[in-house]
């Protein structure tokens, strides 16, 4: 995921992963790194959560999925010209095993804004200098 206000010196991106299958829960253990880039790309600064000490990323497997609607015309077009870019990517599959990558792009006063703000929120105290 990638967060860009674009009057902003630094856009935030955030990677999940996951790290081992804790048998006892029987579940996956997720890692999210968090990294402060520069309007030129240069890493400012690089954090790091878990799932195993972080109840909000351990919340995410109850997160629903968004739900897409394509525009319906030029009533639905927005612009923003000093917005919040939000990115996200994920890899994906067809469902003839072609394998691709999901990328949804979109501004302020959008389902994935809204979702990207409110996990930023709820990660707030769960970053931490060193990986988990």
Known sequence: ?????????????????TSRYDRA???LDY????EKRDRQGGS????W?????????????DMGTMQFAPPRGADDIIVS????????????RYENAYAGT?????????PLAD???RLRFDLANCWSERPG
């Open 1 to 17: 995921m990638r967060i860009e206000p674009a009057l902003g010196e630094t856009r935030t991106e955030i990677a999940i992963g």
């Open 49 to 61: 959560a878990d799932s195993r000490s972080c109840p909000a990323i351990e919340a995410m497997r």
């Open 115 to 117: 979702w990207a703000e």
């Open 102 to 110: 999901l990328r949804i792009k979109a501004n302020v006063r959008t």
């Open 31 to 34: 890692w999210m790194r968090r």
């Open 44 to 47: 400012v600064n690089v954090s």
């Open 81 to 92: 010209m000093d917005g919040t870019m939000y990115t996200l990517e994920a890899p994906g």
């Open 25 to 27: 829960r029987k579940q």
